[in-house]
Nanobody, 126 residues
């Protein structure tokens, strides 16, 4: 599956952004999905994950209550709604897909994922 992330940009602290990740080349509902981010000089970190059907989600503690992950399997698209953004949210954001067969789990480890999109930059100014 190929993944294309979009929606990044520059926003002031306290603002909102919505990221999208368009998938192609596979059956989208066969993939658990996740968002990760990487700031300059830092390791990639988990942000949020969602299971193949969208009824189970999981968030990093640093974004819980501020970010929402969702998916539309009919549109082959993953979303990340980011509210109350902070300067420390500044990073390149990556979407990732893990092929699953019958699993409805969510996955928080980057090593679990099979496919990655290119990053989309989010910059939050103070």
């Amino acid at each position: 599956v190929q993944l294309q992330a979009s929606g990044g940009g520059l926003v002031q602290a306290g603002g909102s952004l919505s990221l999208s990740c368009a998938a192609s080349g596979g059956t989208f509902a066969s993939y658990a999905m996740g968002w990760f981010r990487q700031a300059p000089g830092k390791e990639r970190e988990f942000v949020a994950a969602i299971n193949r059907y969208g009824f189970s989600t999981y968030f990093a503690g640093s974004v819980k209550g501020r970010f929402t992950i969702s998916r539309d399997n009919a549109k082959n698209t993953l979303y990340l709604q980011m509210n109350s953004l902070k300067p420390e949210d500044t990073a390149a954001y990556y979407c990732a897909a893990k092929y699953v067969t019958t699993s409805t789990y969510v996955y928080g480890e980057s090593r679990s994922y099979d496919f990655w999109g290119q990053g989309t930059q989010v910059t939050v100014s103070s």
